[in-house]
Nanobody, 118 residues
Framework: QVQLVESGGGLVQPGGSLRLSCAAS????????MGWYRQSPGKQRELVAS???????NYADSVKGRFTISGDNAKNTVYLQMNSLKPEDTAVYYC????????????WGQGTQVTVSS
């Protein structure tokens, strides 16, 4: 059983930056695909970024070049660095972990609110 806890959300001005953290309950980076999703009112949850084993990263077109997913295996933590934030980035951001060998093992964090507004 994997527990994920997000942190780092908040209110930021357009063009600003924010770094989200997702702390996992154990060492999972080598066997789980890590991802960040977001969901805003009236929209479906969408994949923002994903990574496996600290590499093989993938980004949504809307955030490519602005967001970076990374991890620190020693700290069992994955990060989402968000730069050049736009109002449309406003959403609840969720950390996700999926066991690469068996996708039935899927875990979600509680989410952290990111609001981009002037």
């Amino acid at each position: 059983q994997v527990q994920l806890v997000e942190s780092g959300g908040g209110l930021v001005q357009p063009g600003g930056s924010l770094r989200l953290s997702c702390a996992a309950s154990g060492s999972i980076f080598r066997t789980y695909v890590m991802g960040w999703y977001r969901q805003s009112p009236g929209k479906q949850r969408e994949l923002v970024a994903s990574s496996f084993s600290g590499g093989n990263t993938n980004y949504a077109d809307s955030v490519k070049g602005r967001f970076t997913i990374s991890g620190d295996n020693a700290k069992n933590t994955v990060y989402l660095q968000m730069n050049s934030l736009k109002p449309e980035d406003t959403a609840v951001y969720y950390c996700n972990a999926v066991k690469a060998a068996d996708m039935r093992y899927t875990y979600w964090g509680q989410g952290t609110q990111v609001t981009v507004s002037s």
